[in-house]
């Protein structure tokens, strides 16, 4: 079992930065890739980016690109999300998912991210 813990989140002003992260815990060492994803109001859950155990390979939505930063410290079994120049259509709960080899997933409960003026 693989527990995990977002944090972060909150309200800011487009072209803003937040940073989210998310420690786990638990079956860590089954880890085999971790990312983020959202869900706004009314739609669907989709994908933000994630990043392999290594770090070594990335991937980003299209709409993020160039404006989000996905990291991770193994050290510290922690991934962030570096998030620049928020756009209100980022908005929405932002979630925390690791993936095994085997393709459990596991899911953190969710940072409310908010981009208004």
């Known amino acids: 079992q693989v527990q995990l813990v977002e944090s972060g989140g909150g309200l800011v002003q487009p072209g803003g930065s937040l940073r989210l992260s998310c420690a786990a815990s638990?079956?860590?060492?089954?880890?085999?890739?971790m990312g983020w994803y959202r869900q706004a109001p009314g739609k669907q859950r989709e994908l933000v980016a994630t990043?392999?155990?290594?770090?070594?390979?990335?991937n980003y939505a299209d709409s993020v690109k160039g404006r989000f930063t996905i990291s991770r410290d193994n050290a510290k079994n922690t991934v962030y999300l570096q998030m620049n120049s928020l756009k209100p259509e980022d908005a929405g709960v932002y979630y925390c998912?690791?993936?095994?080899?085997?393709?459990?997933?596991?899911w953190g409960q969710g940072t409310q991210v908010t981009v208004s003026s």
């Open positions: 998912q690791a993936v095994t080899p085997r393709a459990n997933a596991y």
């Open positions: 638990g079956s860590i060492f089954s880890i085999y890739v």
């Open positions: 990043i392999t155990r290594s770090g070594g390979n990335t």
